[in-house]
């Protein structure tokens, strides 16, 4: 093991060759990713573990439900990005991102603010034989975008409502980006701090995790659109909200 893989990409990168295993997301057969899996050292690391080594939480070493139902919906319906500009927000492994290139995407940019996500996206795209635009950057933390984060058609969001505050984050910068006229899909496996307003669902699929990481063995992966404003609260007489509406 390397450690301190911040030091440098090369670095990082052999770090994630030795701590994970090539493998294929349940959902996603035809993609493959460096991932932490029950024999690999990330699996059975502790938290004492990675910050000796410099390291955040190893998100972009698990493919998460809602964004293997992101990536399925892309190949499966490939004229949702084919020929667009595509911007993965808190990509994580790449994996949506990868899946938006595989389906003909003009362009993909890839963001985490970790930079060992920005390394395993290389990665794992060079995997896969696409071509995606990895970096490292919290975009909720800026006023403005940044000229490679501009002009995106479609803008993807896996399992990004992990918390409270991170969901108060980034559904107000995702409305942004729809408001400015980019078609928004968000990931996500039912978590509590998903909002129940201003999402339209257009996919679901059933996906397989892995125990110890998600507290059931199968979740929902749904794909919801994120309109530009949520409307106001239903009154209590109305039975409708925008939330589990399908296209």
């Known amino acids: 093991m390397h450690d ?3 030091r440098g990409p090369a670095e990082a990168r052999a770090f994630i060759q030795a701590s994970t295993a090539v493998a294929a997301p349940p959902l996603l057969p035809e993609i493959a990713l460096h991932l932490a899996t029950e024999v690999t050292p990330l699996w059975q690391a502790t938290e004492a573990w990675l910050s000796a080594r410099g390291l955040e939480p190893p998100f972009w070493a698990f493919a998460w439900a809602g964004g293997q139902a992101i990536a399925r919906l892309l190949l ?23 899946a938006a290139a595989r389906a003909g995407a003009l362009r993909v940019a890839a963001v985490d603010r970790d930079p ?27 006023s403005r975008l940044p000229p490679w984060a501009e002009g995106a058609g479609v803008v993807l969001a896996g399992d990004v409502c992990y918390d409270a505050a991170m969901t108060e984050a980034v559904l107000p910068w995702l409305r942004a980006r729809a408001s400015e006229g980019a078609r928004v899909l968000l990931g ?24 110890d990481v998600e507290s059931e063995r199968e979740k929902w992966g749904v794909v919801y659109e994120v309109l530009a404003t949520a409307p106001p609260p239903p009154s209590p007489g109305d039975r409708h909200t925008s939330r589990g509406a399908s296209s």
């Open 4 to 6: 301190q893989p911040s």
């Open 76 to 98: 499966d319906r490939p004229e949702i990005v084919r020929g667009k500009t595509v911007l993965d927000l808190a990509s994580g492994s790449g994996l949506c991102a990868i």
């Open 116 to 142: 060992m996500a920005k390394e395993a996206i290389a990665l794992n795209a060079a995997h896969n034989g696409v071509v995606v635009e990895a970096h490292a950057e919290d975009l909720l933390g800026q």
């Open 188 to 211: 996500d496996p039912g978590r509590a701090y998903l909002p129940a307003e201003g999402l339209v669902e257009i996919a679901r699929h059933r996906v397989p995790v892995i125990d």
